[in-house]
């Protein structure tokens, strides 16, 4: 009998409709690790992918996006800056093809519990050329497959459910976006890239996160912030609870907390750091504890740590 009831138990759970897991993880249900500047820079740090892979599933990946036209073939390449050069990877090489074999594992077990297991966050793209946006579209479409994807309704406002699949795309808002990926798609169709939205507007079946600089949490900046306040984290509560109220995934962007020598030899910016390691750690326990869904920081590990761990 219990041969029986594990067998029948397992049918169930396999039998289960992809939107069945949605609520796991809509906005409020999780917080993950938004791994900061993902790519190299300029032929450095080239790890940065698999350290942050490293950390451990589910978690996000920003990638900013480039369009190489220095040969006949462009190319469309991750890189540091609006300057591509030939010597940049290309998205498909340093990302799709990386976590190909992450993703086609996940397709054979089928266990949707944490799908979407990789978030790509492309929000940064560095280019105006409209075929950049086709290409974009087009490669996306190569990995369909792979990708959370929802029906395109005939109202915007009408928020169709997401099909649950291990990798989920992010994407800022504009009218090239917009046209390239949710304008051409015919009624029925279906979005596989969803944009950032206002967060004073209600997210719609195209636009489903917010994004915010530290600064509207401690309008200071990383660098000049004083002790951690109640001030401080009722501003937090406040932007979570206004976007979550809204249906907005938010991501909150970037914290960090190292010696400024570590600036120049990992190549962190200046302008996200706390100074020390304490005060990136409760800042990140504070985003936590009120549910940002993307927190973005250079220091993978250790932020992965404290999210996961508590």
């Not at 049918?11 to 069945?20: E, K, M, Q, S, V």
């Not at 009120?290 to 761990?309: N, P």
């Amino acid at each position: 009998m219990r041969v029986l009831a594990a067998f029948i138990a397992t049918t169930l759970l396999l039998a289960r409709a992809p939107n069945d897991y949605a609520q796991d993880f809509l906005p409020g249900r999780r917080v993950l690790l938004d791994a900061h500047n993902c790519y190299p820079y300029l032929g450095q740090w080239s790890n940065r992918l698999d350290r942050a892979l490293a950390t451990g599933l589910p978690l996000a990946i920003e990638e900013d996006l480039a369009w190489d036209t220095s040969s006949s073939a462009p190319r469309i390449v991750v890189c540091h800056g609006s300057k591509a050069s030939p010597r940049d990877p290309t998205l498909k090489e340093y990302f799709f093809e990386r976590v190909r074999p992450l993703v086609e594992q996940a397709l054979t077990e089928n266990d949707r519990r944490q799908w979407p297991l990789i978030t790509l966050n492309i929000n940064d793209l560095r280019a105006e050329d409209p075929a950049f946006f086709t290409a974009l579209w087009a490669l996306t479409e190569e990995y369909d497959s792979w990708l959370c994807q929802a029906h395109k309704t005939e109202n915007i406002a009408q928020i169709a459910a997401l099909e649950l699949k291990p990798l989920l795309i992010l994407t800022s808002d504009g009218p090239r976006q917009f046209k390239a990926f949710y304008e051409h798609i015919p009624v029925g169709g279906r979005l596989r890239m969803f944009a950032s939205g206002d967060p004073g507007k209600n997210s719609d079946n195209f636009r489903r996160w917010v994004n915010y600089s530290w600064t509207s949490v401690e309008p200071e900046g990383q660098p000049k912030a004083g002790d951690w306040s109640a001030a401080d984290a009722a501003r937090l509560a406040a932007l979570v609870s206004n976007a979550h109220r809204r249906e907005y995934w938010i991501r909150i962007y970037t914290l960090n907390g190292h010696r400024p020598a570590e600036t120049l030899f990992r190549g962190w910016g200046p302008d996200y750091n706390f100074g020390s390691l304490e005060s990136a750690v409760i800042r990140w326990r504070a985003a936590k504890a009120a549910g940002v869904d993307f927190l973005s920081s250079d220091q993978y590990e250790e932020c992965g740590k404290i999210l996961r761990r508590e």
